[in-house]
């Protein structure tokens, strides 16, 4: 299973950024798609996710009302659109893929680094 994240940058406070995340194969095989983030020092922390027998996204406190998650199943990919960024949100973002044997977020992507400053 290889995950591929791309769409990271430097954006000010305020913008927007889409993050992708392509699936070397069928999304369906997983039981869920997440994204998580992580700063230098701190544990990675959940972002939100989405399922994937009903397509379902559930989020973050933090992130909720700003970031949407969406996918596309026909390009296996998933999204994270991030509107609103604050310099809080600056951190590397990871796409993970849950198994269906152990229902953790098994695989993961390389991660892609997101900073938001003026």
């Known amino acids: 299973v290889q995950l591929v994240e791309s769409g990271g940058g430097l954006v000010q406070p305020g913008g927007s950024l889409r993050l992708s995340c392509a699936a070397s194969g069928s999304i369906f095989s997983f039981n869920a798609m997440g994204w998580y983030r992580q700063t230098p020092g701190r544990n990675r922390e959940f972002v939100g996710g989405?399922?994937?027998?009903?397509?379902?996204?559930y989020y973050a406190h933090y992130v909720e009302g700003r970031f949407t998650i969406s996918r596309d199943t026909a390009k296996n990919t998933v999204y994270l659109q991030m509107n609103n960024l604050k310099p809080e949100d600056t951190a590397v973002y990871y796409c993970a893929a849950a198994s269906p044997e152990s229902g953790a977020y098994d695989f993961w992507g390389q991660g892609t680094q997101v900073t938001v400053s003026s």
């Open positions: 989405i399922t994937s027998t009903d397509g379902d996204a």
